[in-house]
C-alpha cells in the first residue's frame, strides 16, 4: 500500500519544478508536489510531495508531506509521512519522519527519530503493563 500511495501522489501532478539550472534562495512554500533539479537555500515547506533528483542541491530545511531524496541535501529533513533516501544521496541533517527508506549506497549523517508506528505502540503496551501491577 505503501507504494501505491507514493504513485498516486506523483500521478496527482506537479504543481513546481525547480529545474536544474535554477537557484532558490529564501523561503519557499507550497501547498503541492515539489520537484528540484537545481539548487534551494534557506527552507522549503510543502504538504505534498517533494521529490530531489539527483541533480539537486539543497542547503535548507525541509517539511513535507512525503519526500523522494536523490541528491545533496544540507539541513534537517520533517516528513509525514514516507521519506525514501534513494543510493545517490548524500544528506547532512536531523531526520523526523514517519516512516524511511534508505537505499544501500546513500549516506547519511545526523539523528533520526521516527513518529508513530512500533515505537508507539511499544510505549503504549508498556504503559498499560504498568497500570495493571
Same mark, same amino acid.
Given at each position: 500500500m505503501l507504494f501505491q500511495s507514493e504513485h498516486q501522489k506523483s500521478a496527482e501532478g506537479v504543481d513546481?519544478?525547480? !529545474?536544474?539550472?535554477?537557484?532558490?534562495?529564501?523561503n519557499f512554500k507550497g501547498e503541492g508536489n515539489i520537484i528540484v533539479e537545481g539548487e534551494?537555500? !534557506?527552507s522549503l515547506k510543502t504538504k505534498g510531495y517533494l521529490k530531489a533528483t539527483e541533480s539537486s542541491n539543497i542547503m535548507a530545511n525541509i517539511t513535507a508531506g512525503s519526500a523522494e531524496i536523490a541528491?545533496?541535501?544540507?539541513g534537517?529533513?520533517?516528513i509525514k509521512d514516507n521519506l525514501d533516501i534513494?543510493?545517490?544521496a548524500v544528506v547532512q541533517g536531523d531526520i523526523e519522519?514517519?516512516?524511511i527508506t534508505v537505499a544501500y549506497g546513500a549516506v547519511v549523517n545526523g539523528n533520526l527519530k521516527m513518529k508513530g508506528g512500533a515505537q508507539e505502540k511499544t510505549g503504549e503496551a508498556v504503559a498499560e503493563e504498568g497500570g495493571k501491577n
Open positions: 513546481t519544478i525547480i !529545474g536544474p539550472t535554477v537557484s532558490v534562495e529564501g534551494v537555500k !534557506g541528491g545533496q541535501l544540507v534537517n529533513v520533517k534513494k543510493e545517490s519522519t514517519g516512516m
